[in-house]
Nanobody, 123 residues
Framework: VQLQAFGGGRVRAGGSLSLSCSASGNIFRIDDMAWYRQAPGKQREFVALIRSDRSADYADSLKGRFTISRDNAKNTVYLQMNGLKPEDTANYYC??????????????????WGQGTEVTVSS
């Protein structure tokens, strides 16, 4: 099972970016999908989470600017980021709770991470 993130880049303050992250491999079911971020010299922090029923939670500081969504048919989670600020500069990582069905027909629960995509916001 693999998660691959896309969409990072450079933008000026006030601009927008959209990230996407797709899961592939032996996937039986995907439960929660989430985004985290890690700024230089800081710990990784929670950004947003979306459940399979599309209910979502956000970091308090990001509510109203960021929107998480998912396409269950495509095993993909998105993050729309508006009104970006220099302090949003970070590597953004997607995360998913995946139930995988192995070749031996066993279920394995995975906490999968994408490779990170860099977002830079200039003032």
């Amino acid at each position: 099972v693999q998660l691959q993130a896309f969409g990072g880049g450079r933008v000026r303050a006030g601009g927008s970016l959209s990230l996407s992250c797709s899961a592939s491999g032996n996937i039986f079911r995907i439960d929660d999908m989430a985004w985290y971020r890690q700024a230089p010299g800081k710990q990784r922090e929670f950004v947003a989470l979306i459940r399979s029923d599309r209910s979502a939670d956000y970091a308090d500081s990001l509510k109203g600017r960021f929107t998480i969504s998912r396409d269950n048919a495509k095993n993909t989670v998105y993050l729309q980021m508006n009104g970006l600020k220099p302090e949003d500069t970070a590597n953004y990582y997607c995360n998913a709770q995946i139930l995988s069905l192995t070749a031996s027909e066993e279920f394995v629960a995975l906490n999968a991470w994408g490779q990170g995509t860099e977002v830079t916001v200039s003032s």
